[in-house]
C-alpha cells in the first residue's frame, strides 16, 4: 500500500476510536498503483533472499526472517506506515549499511532498493510517481542486470 493511503487510514481509524468518526475521502490515484508495485517488488525481493538463506546458510537466514517480520510482518495500518518509513530511511540514507549488509547484499539488488526508495521518498515529499519514472527506474536496472548476464524477468 502508498504510504499515502495508509496515513490516511490511520487518520480515518484514530476519528473512530475517538468517537469523531468522519468519511472516508482518500481520493485514490494511479500514482499509488505505481507505489504499491514498489512495495510488492521489495517484499517479493526480500522473500527471494530469505528463500536462497534458508538453503543456504541457517544462521545468516534465521537474522534475516527476523528482519522481515519486523519490517512486514504487522497487522495494522499504522505499523505497516511506520514499517515503509523505516525501509524509506534506510533506503535513502547512505550511512545506513543494512541494506547492503542484511538485506540486499547483492549490489544489483541494493542498488534498485535504494533508487525505489528515493522514488517512494519523492512521492512522500510531494511529487509523483508517474508511468515514466516507474518505466525508467526498471529499465535503468534491467539494463544493469543484462550488463551483467545476469537472468531478468525481461529476458525469461
Known sequence: MSVEL?????????????GR?????FRHQLRHDFESLIWV????????????????????CAEYKDELNRLWGVH??????????????????????????????DPLEAEFFRAAMVLVRSQCDGEQITY??????????????EQANLPTLASA
Not at 8 to 13: G, K, Q, T, V
Not at 42 to 57: C, F, P, S
Not at 82 to 93: A, D, E, K, L, S
Open 132 to 145: 515514466e519514472k516507474l518505466r525508467d527506474l526498471f529499465h535503468a536496472h534491467v539494463q544493469k542486470a
Open 41 to 60: 517488488i521489495v517484499y517479493a525481493m526480500m522473500v527471494r533472499r530469505k528463500t536462497i538463506l534458508e538453503a543456504t546458510d541457517p544462521k545468516v
Open 21 to 25: 468518526p468522519r468519511d472516508f475521502t
Open 76 to 105: 495494522s495500518h499504522t505499523n505497516l506506515g511506520n514499517c515503509h518509513g523505516v525501509m524509506i530511511f534506510i533506503g535513502t540514507n547512505r550511512f545506513r549499511t543494512i541494506v547492503e549488509d542484511l538485506l540486499f547484499p
Open 6 to 18: 495508509l496515513a490516511a487510514l490511520e487518520a480515518h481509524d484514530r476519528a473512530i476510536r475517538s
